[in-house]
C-alpha cells in the first residue's frame, strides 16, 4: 500500500479549511503539464460526481480543446446551487506524484474557479478526511492501480 497525507486549506469560496489533494495534470500526448512545475491543490468534492473539474484558463493553457467531447454528447448538469450548466469534457491524464497517473474526463466551464476532485476520481482509492487534524490522506489499496 503506498499512501500520502496533505493539510487542510481554505477554498476561494469559503473561509472554512478543506481537504485538498496535490496533483499533476497533462495533456494526453504529455507535451503540456499543468502547473509547469510542483503540484496543483485541488480541493476534495463529494458533492461532484466527476473526475475532475478545472478552471479554464487552465483547460485554455492545456490545449484541451484539442481533445475535446463533442459538446452534443455532454448532458447538462446541476450545481450543488441549483444552476444548470453545459460543461466542456476533455480527455487528459491527472497525476499524484509517487501514487497513481490515471486518464479522466476533465471538466470546466466559465465559473469554474478552482480544481475540484470528484467521486469517480476517488471511488477506487481510500481517503479518510481527518478533520480534527485537517489532514487528507490518499492510499491505493485497490488493484486498480497497480
Given at each position: 500500500m503506498r499512501e500520502k497525507t496533505w493539510n487542510y486549506a481554505t477554498p476561494h469560496t469559503s473561509s472554512v479549511p478543506a481537504p485538498y489533494i496535490e496533483i499533476v495534470v497533462y495533456n494526453l500526448d504529455r507535451s503540456l503539464r499543468y502547473p509547469v512545475e510542483g503540484p496543483l491543490?485541488?480541493?476534495?468534492?463529494?458533492a461532484f460526481d466527476g473526475y475532475l473539474i478545472i478552471p479554464l484558463s487552465i483547460f485554455q493553457e492545456l490545449r484541451l480543446d484539442?481533445?475535446?467531447?463533442?459538446?452534443?454528447?455532454?448532458?447538462?448538469?446541476e450545481t450543488f446551487s441549483g444552476e444548470i450548466i453545459k460543461l466542456r469534457t476533455s480527455l487528459a491524464l491527472v497525476e499524484i506524484?509517487?501514487?497513481?497517473?490515471?486518464?479522466?474526463?476533465?471538466d470546466t466551464h466559465e465559473n469554474c474557479q478552482e480544481p475540484l476532485l470528484g467521486r469517480l476520481f476517488l471511488e477506487n482509492l481510500v481517503t479518510p478526511l481527518d478533520g480534527p487534524k485537517r489532514k487528507t490522506t490518499v492510499s491505493t489499496q485497490s488493484e486498480f492501480f497497480k
Open positions: 491543490s485541488a480541493m476534495v468534492d463529494t484539442q481533445y475535446e467531447v463533442p459538446p452534443d454528447l455532454i448532458e447538462n448538469t506524484k509517487g501514487l497513481l497517473e490515471k486518464q479522466v474526463e476533465i
